[in-house]
């Protein structure tokens, strides 16, 4: 049986772009520029790439770069965004609980809750993280965005994904967050590309600050910085605080 994750994106490479999270691209993009150096000699690894808009924009700049998926359909409009855009880019699908990576990458990146964490336990999340670790080379770095579990403690989700929804995206309802497990259960409304509507129930992860510290420092990150994620405009001068619905991570191994 497929979960959620893999059925709200199957043929969904075309609605996909037009959702209000993958508008931050560019933005995000000179962030992580700016924390490799402009080093065009790292090698970097995109974890839950999507439609490929990190990796295609990076590799425009320069940058050699790998992408893997759970979702073929998504996969497939990568793929074909690179050929038309005459870009080298590597798009394998691989589900990143179990990535055959080992050292090979100076940094891999997550971003949008790209894998991490929508999988059905936490140790299946923490396997997400583990195998970005495996396959960072030793002084490699980690950047990646997660859900705030200290947003729902203060604010409505349902009003929060409510607000930023276009037309013809994905809705969401029945919204319910348990205080024991910082899950949010709720019901996704979604068209797909040939226009079927599907109903999801979906749950999702959201951590706090000291539980990624714990857990990256388990994986031997030496360095853990967390600040507040804002679309398109990633900085370390943004403090995370109770209003930013996900954080930004990085992680360095020294």
């Known amino acids: 049986m497929k979960q959620w994750y893999e059925e709200l994106f199957e043929n969904y490479g075309m609605k996909y772009d037009n959702e209000n999270f993958t508008q931050g691209t560019f933005g995000e993009c000179d962030f992580i520029e700016k924390e490799i150096e402009y080093n065009k000699e790292t090698k970097i690894l995109d ?5 490929g808009r990190h990796s295609i924009e990076l590799s425009k700049r320069g940058y050699d770069l790998v992408g893997i998926d759970l979702s ?7 793929k074909e965004k690179t050929i038309e855009q005459n870009l080298q880019i590597v798009f394998q ?3 990143a609980r ?5 050292r090979q990458f100076d940094l891999v990146i997550m971003l949008c809750e790209g894998a991490f964490p929508l999988m059905e336990t936490d140790e299946m999340n923490f396997q997400i993280l583990q195998n970005a670790a495996n396959a960072l080379k030793p002084k490699g770095k980690l950047i990646f965005t997660t859900l705030n579990g200290l947003f729902p403690l203060f604010h409505s989700v349902k009003d929060f994904l409510a607000s930023s929804t276009e037309t013809g995206n994905a809705t969401y309802d029945n919204n319910s967050f348990d205080l024991m497990t910082f899950r949010d259960y709720s019901t996704t409304y979604v068209e797909d590309d040939f226009g079927n509507k599907k109903e999801l129930q979906c749950s999702e992860r959201y951590y706090v600050p000291s539980e990624i510290t714990w857990l990256l420092k388990t994986l031997n990150f030496t360095t853990v910085d967390i600040f507040g994620a804002k679309l398109g405009a990633f900085s370390r001068t943004d403090k995370l605080s109770t209003e930013d619905y996900e954080m930004l991570i990085i992680a360095e191994k020294r």
């Open 93 to 95: 699908k691989h589900d």
């Open 98 to 102: 179990n990535l055959p990576f080992l």
């Open 47 to 51: 974890i839950g790439c999507g439609t």
């Open 72 to 78: 073929e359909s998504l996969l497939k409009r990568a």
